[in-house]
T-cell receptor, first 111, second 113 residues
Framework: DTGVSQNPRHKITKRGQNVTFRCDPISEHNRLYWYRQTLGQGPEFLTY????????KSRLLSDRFSAERPKGSFSTLEIQRTEQGDSAMYLC?????????FGPGTRLLVL | GDSVTQMEGPVTLSEEACLTINCTYTATGYPSLFWYVQYPGEGLQLLLKATKADDKGSNKGFEATYRKETTSFHLEKGSVQVSDSAVYFC????????????FGRGTSLIVHP
């Protein structure tokens, strides 16, 4: 069990650019979640997968955000045409049942 | 919908003081309840959990009891250490089958030597 890993750990980009983040879950976990966290707030749910199927997506999630989990293993989260308001920590978590195991997060700064 | 309310921080204590961080929830059905801890620059880690009423979760000297009658899951520790300084998140996982947890806003704990 090597834990959940996320890459990159930090990303600085200019407004309007596209960015992609990767999450590698714990290998036997079938559920994978993406969250956004801003300063002083708890994790805000974005989307989740069960195996390769994306089962739910937050209604607050802009169409600029898309996520994939092509083989039911790692996942990517892409943000197109980034805006300054996208600056946040993006957290990935995996689970088998109710307990979530979080990665260290990717901190995004949009200039 | 489901919601979790935590006391606002920061909570500032001296080493060896007693800690209580309040958490109340609103949920349909019978949720499972969790406390997660986040150290600076890291993701969240599970601290403890309770899955049914009157259960007590405990870990590393922390404990919390699932109180259905008051819809609460307060986090307690009898003697805090400097190394306990972190942000603590209360969360619930509803039994309604959505598989999406609800997190509180977090409570920052600062422990001084």
């Amino acid at each position: 069990d090597t834990g959940v890993s996320q890459n990159p750990r930090h990303k600085i980009t200019k407004r309007g650019q596209n960015v992609t983040f990767r999450c590698d879950p714990i290998s036997e976990h079938n559920r994978l979640y993406w969250y956004r966290q801003t300063l002083g707030q708890g994790p805000e749910f974005l989307t989740y997968f069960q195996n390769e199927a994306q089962l739910e997506k937050s209604r607050l999630l802009s169409d600029r955000f898309s996520a994939e989990r092509p083989k039911g293993s790692f996942s990517t989260l892409e943000i197109q045409r980034t805006e300054q308001g996208d600056s946040a920590m993006y957290l990935c978590a995996s689970s088998v049942e109710e307990t979530q195991y979080f990665g260290p997060g990717t901190r995004l700064l949009v200039l | 919908g489901d919601s979790v309310t935590q006391m606002e921080g920061p909570v500032t204590l001296s080493e060896e003081a007693c800690l209580t961080i309040n958490c109340t929830y609103t949920a349909t059905g019978y949720p499972s309840l969790f406390w997660y801890v986040q150290y600076p620059g890291e993701g969240l880690q599970l601290l403890l959990k309770a899955t049914k009423a009157d259960d007590k979760g405990s870990n590393k000297g922390f404990e919390a009891t699932y109180r259905k009658e008051t819809t609460s899951f307060h986090l307690e520790k009898g003697s805090v250490q400097v190394s306990d300084s972190a942000v603590y998140f209360c969360a619930l996982f509803s039994s309604g089958g959505s598989y999406i947890p609800t997190f509180g806003r977090g409570t920052s704990l600062i422990v001084h030597p």
